[in-house]
């Protein structure tokens, strides 16, 4: 049978497969992809394949209109069934007669037979003798079957240089297309350089009357996944509403996209082949093992092959993993299907999935599975059998984890569940609530029991430990942490290598418990561990433990280590970004300490300014008690007693708050000043109710009362006493020094500055300064008579190091001046030389300031070393 060129006025063959499609009242240009199209052009076969309703046909119509190449364009749109004999063919030969190409008159006669040698030979032969390529586009060209039209292609291509092929459809048609690649010769667009971008979604969508923000246009992206058909149909259901702040998510199972997917994409599945779709989707991302495991089925991997090729939209993830996932809105229509017509299928599936992740070490995402289900008791019992409640102390519900078991409903009554949520509500900050919930697990426990193993017993003895800080008894602590450290020996190596922040959490959940009554070598020890074996990840806790060495080495007089802690905390902060309501206070709190127990009055100031705030939004852990000592000390040298006492009596209200030590030292601070303003009946009052008085600060306070109450021998005593023990702090040595210099000043002086040559020795290592300037007006005589006094004297005051040029003074310093200069020489605070001058405090600053100027000079200790070093003084 032969088909002449006639037969198409006859009604044979259809003129609207080879019409251009007209534009569409809401097109958007694509001018990118155009260039790529008429570059691709340039070279033998062009591929346009992606999802359906991604705008392919409209891609290539605008294209083709454009008129971009000057070459002849056949357009044929081809659909199934037109590859069946000759039918094919007589379309080609026909669209290439009407660019003018002269085509042979017969095609291939029997039914299903593929176009013979003869015949492709002549319609070669004619596009060769065509004095322009000629562009043959084929839309549609995957729904066509069989193999024997694009082997007829690729002998028309192979033998005729001028035929260029744009082939479009929703997968691969069956050419070798690898020769292709490998020579150079294939040009592809696919779905992800279909998908559209911001700007045109936001045009589509102004097209339709809807004018977005730019945050509701990428949500929009977010959902299609730059879609046309989607973003398409979200705008006509969007078009005439009034109101642009509403604006409703997009689903999947909205009817008129829920309509497209099934006539597009369900309704051409096989049975078996839509099963598996429904069943598969209750799966984020999953691999053919994985997705045989859920569904039961032994061909998984053949199926998701065949879904894949077909651009069912389903996509691999990354490259060569091995992973799919469906598109947004069509999981979600698959998911709501399943809800609708087998809800006892859900739960089933989302279990099998998520014992399956469990098993594979992919903790996070079958606690995901469980949610889903609704089973909060089995995601607990994964959480705990893994031994991941310490990952939950870290992150809290910020964390991966944490985030899913966010939703877990308030009122438990399993065990499992219970404790869990004591440790993220711990994570989050909360605890004191968490210290409640662990209560309630802990008899939920008793009364019910539970099946978990050993993940069950790591797991209560870790949230008992954390929970002690908050509780009566933290001295608990000290049998506790031996057996917790015992049982995390014995776990299996396996788990710990898993989770490292375990061994991290049992020292750091030490270490505060045991700072809660004591700032001793044990606490440091164990705060310190735990900063040492800290996994990445943990930084949050490693900078709290920093925080807190900060301060108790700051409280224990090791001013060095504690500034060293600070600084690292500080650091630590501004590499994770942490803003500034979560900066850690304590490292702030511990810097103005060890600035001004130097006498580092500027430096002081500034971190307590800093600090401050942070204390006042009510942070964890010794900042706010260490923050008001500092504060107190600050006021004091500034001669604002009424203040001291206002900031230490509030301070102390919240009675014997952890940590101990330092509420401790908040009333001994309220004591001395009592002793000082000479009310030693409210300051005896004070001393007796103190809950702990065998320790040395107390010792030494009480002594200072005996002295006030002209007890001195008693005083004697017990200061003596103090300097004899061993592990006493250095502050409560030096000021036992310093008070035995004041008992014996006068009435044996070589007492007094041997008593005074040890408390500058104590003093010296650390550079402390500040109890040398309380005790300076009783003392001066003694350090200015005894030459070593005044070597240590220099010392403290930062005189010593390497020589350096003197700066040349240009401007000479009045008399006013240089009798601060000699107060500043003498170590007197600010207040004092006002008041031996008989001048305001701010007179003297303002002539401070000019002596720093005209000796050029930061600091006040390197203004008296210029001045001295220039016989000024």
């Known amino acids: 049978m032969s088909i002449e060129p006639s037969a198409d006025s006859a009604g044979s063959l259809l003129n609207s497969k080879f019409a251009v499609p007209a534009p569409p009242p809401f097109m958007v240009d694509r001018p990118a992809l155009a260039d790529r199209l008429t570059e691709g052009v340039q070279g033998p076969l062009t591929?346009?394949?992606?999802?359906?309703?991604?705008?392919?046909?409209?891609?290539?119509?605008?294209?083709?209109?454009?008129?971009?190449?000057?070459?002849?364009?056949?357009?044929?749109?081809?659909?199934?069934?037109?590859?069946?004999?000759?039918?094919?063919?007589?379309?080609?030969?026909?669209?290439?007669?009407?660019?003018?190409?002269?085509?042979?008159?017969?095609?291939?006669a029997a039914p299903g037979a593929a176009a013979g040698r003869p015949f492709l030979a002549r319609v070669a032969a004619a596009l060769a003798a065509c004095p322009t390529p000629v562009v043959l586009v084929l839309d549609g060209a995957s729904q066509l079957a069989g193999r024997d039209w694009a082997a007829g292609l690729e002998f028309l291509q192979s033998h005729a240089s001028g035929l260029r092929l744009v082939l479009s459809g929703r997968w691969d048609p069956p050419l070798p297309l690898y020769r292709y690649r490998l020579a150079g010769e294939l040009s592809e667009i696919r779905t992800a350089d279909l998908a559209f971008r911001a700007d045109e979604a936001a045009r589509l969508l102004e097209l339709h009357g809807v004018t977005p923000t730019g945050d509701q246009v990428a949500e929009l992206l977010d959902r299609t996944e730059g879609w046309a058909a989607g973003i398409r149909l979200y705008a006509s259901a969007r078009q005439g509403c009034a109101d642009p702040a509403v604006w409703p998510g997009l689903t999947g199972n909205e009817s008129s996209v829920a309509e497209y997917f099934i006539g597009e994409v369900l309704r051409f599945q096989p049975p078996v082949m839509r099963r598996f779709l429904l069943e598969t989707s209750v799966?984020?991302?999953?691999?053919?093992?994985?997705?045989?495991?859920?569904?039961?089925?032994?061909?998984?991997?053949?199926?998701l092959a065949g879904l894949t090729r077909e651009n069912a939209f389903i996509q691999p993830v990354g490259d060569g993993t091995g992973l799919y996932r469906y598109h947004h809105l069509f999981a979600d229509l698959l998911r709501a299907q399943l809800a609708w017509a087998e809800p006892d299928q859900v739960a089933l599936l989302h279990g099998r999935a998520a014992d399956w992740l469990f098993a594979h070490g992919r903790l996070a995402d079958a606690v995901a599975q469980c949610a889903r289900a609704g089973d909060w008791e089995t995601a607990a019992t994964m959480v705990i059998?893994?031994?991941?409640?310490?990952?939950?102390?870290?992150?809290?519900?910020?964390?991966?984890?944490?985030?899913?078991?966010?939703?877990?409903?308030q009122h438990q009554t399993v065990p499992e569940t219970v404790l869990v949520r004591a440790a993220l509500t711990y994570g989050d900050g909360d605890h004191l609530r968490a210290a409640e919930q662990f209560a309630y697990?802990?008899?939920?426990?008793?009364?019910?029991?539970?099946?978990?193993?050993?993940?069950?017993t790591l797991a209560f003895h870790l949230m008992q430990l954390l929970t002690l800080p908050v509780g009566p008894e933290p001295e608990q602590v000290e049998e506790l942490a031996p057996v917790v450290k015992a049982f995390?020996?014995?776990?299996?190596?396996?788990?710990?290598?898993?989770?490292?922040?375990?061994?991290?959490?049992?020292?750091?959940?030490?270490?505060?418990?045991?700072?809660?009554?004591?700032?001793?070598?044990?606490?440091?020890?164990?705060?310190?561990?735990?900063?040492?074996?800290?996994?990445?990840?943990?930084?949050?806790?490693?900078?709290?433990?920093?925080?807190?060495?900060?301060?108790?080495?700051?409280?224990?007089?090791?001013?060095?280590?504690?500034?060293?802690?600070?600084?690292?905390?500080?650091?630590?902060?501004?590499?994770?970004?942490?803003?500034?309501?979560?900066?850690?206070?304590?490292?702030?709190?511990?810097?103005?300490?060890?600035?001004?127990?130097?006498?580092?009055?500027?430096?002081?100031?500034?971190?307590?300014?800093?600090?401050?705030?942070?204390c006042a939004t009510g942070s964890d852990g010794p900042a706010a008690l260490a923050c008001a000592v500092v504060k107190a000390r600050r006021?004091?040298?500034?001669?604002e007693t009424r203040q001291v006492m206002s900031v230490l009596v509030a301070a102390g209200e919240n009675g014997d708050e952890p940590p101990r030590w330092l509420s401790r030292e908040i009333a001994l601070s309220r004591i001395r000043l009592l002793i000082t303003a000479g009310r030693t009946a409210e300051a005896a009052e004070l001393l007796a109710g103190l809950p702990a008085t065998g320790t040395a600060d107390v010792a030494v306070t009480r002594a200072a009362l005996l002295m006030a109450q002209g007890e001195s021998g008693?005083?004697?005593?017990?200061?003596?006493?103090?300097?004899?023990?061993?592990?006493?702090?250095?502050?409560?040595?030096?000021?036992?020094?310093?008070?035995?210099?004041?008992?014996?000043?006068?009435?044996?002086?070589?007492?007094?500055?041997?008593?005074?040559?040890?408390?500058?020795?104590?003093?010296?290592?650390?550079?402390?300064?500040?109890?040398?300037?309380?005790?300076?007006?009783?003392?001066?005589?003694?350090?200015?008579?005894?030459?070593?006094?005044?070597?240590?004297q220099r010392v403290l005051s930062g005189a010593a190091g390497p020589a350096v040029a003197e700066p040349i003074v240009v401007e000479a310093l009045s008399r006013r001046e240089l009798d601060v200069l000699r107060g500043m020489a003498e170590m007197l605070p600010t207040e004092e030389i006002a008041a031996s001058m008989y001048v305001s405090v701010n007179t003297v600053k303002t002539h401070v300031r000019n002596i720093l100027r005209k000796l050029s000079a930061s600091r006040r200790n390197e203004a008296v070393r210029r001045a001295r070093s220039l016989k000024l003084i």
């Open 283 to 303: 799966l984020d991302t999953f691999t053919a093992e994985f997705a045989a495991a859920v569904t039961g089925r032994a061909d998984a991997g053949r199926l």
């Open 488 to 614: 995390l020996a014995v776990t299996p190596e396996r788990l710990r290598t898993r989770h490292p922040e375990l061994r991290m959490l049992v020292h750091a959940a030490e270490g505060v418990a045991r700072g809660a009554y004591s700032a001793g070598d044990e606490t440091v020890d164990a705060l310190a561990e735990a900063v040492a074996t800290a996994p990445p990840g943990a930084e949050l806790v490693k900078i709290d433990c920093l925080g807190r060495l900060a301060v108790t080495e700051a409280y224990r007089g090791w001013l060095g280590r504690a500034e060293t802690y600070a600084r690292q905390a500080l650091d630590l902060a501004a590499e994770c970004g942490l803003s500034r309501d979560r900066w850690p206070a304590a490292a702030e709190v511990a810097l103005a300490w060890v600035a001004l127990e130097r006498y580092d009055i500027d430096a002081a100031d500034r971190h307590l300014r800093a600090a401050q705030p942070l």
């Open 441 to 456: 697990a802990s008899k939920l426990l008793a009364v019910h029991g539970s099946a978990c193993g050993d993940g069950l």
């Open 47 to 108: 591929l346009v394949t992606g999802l359906a309703g991604s705008g392919k046909t409209q891609l290539l119509a605008s294209w083709a209109r454009s008129g971009a190449v000057r070459w002849p364009i056949v357009w044929i749109a081809v659909e199934p069934g037109d590859e069946r004999g000759a039918t094919f063919w007589t379309y080609l030969i026909e669209g290439l007669r009407r660019v003018g190409v002269r085509v042979p008159a017969q095609v291939p």
């Open 385 to 409: 059998e893994d031994f991941a409640v310490g990952q939950l102390v870290i992150e809290g519900s910020a964390g991966r984890l944490g985030g899913v078991l966010a939703g877990l409903p």
């Open 635 to 639: 006021l004091q040298i500034r001669g």
């Open 714 to 792: 008693p005083a004697q005593d017990i200061a003596t006493a103090v300097t004899r023990a061993c592990g006493v702090p250095r502050p409560v040595v030096l000021e036992a020094w310093l008070l035995l210099a004041m008992l014996a000043e006068g009435a044996d002086d070589a007492a007094a500055r041997e008593a005074l040559r040890r408390a500058l020795t104590v003093a010296a290592p650390e550079s402390y300064r500040r109890p040398v300037h309380q005790v300076w007006n009783e003392l001066r005589r003694l350090l200015r008579d005894e030459e070593r006094s005044a070597v240590q």
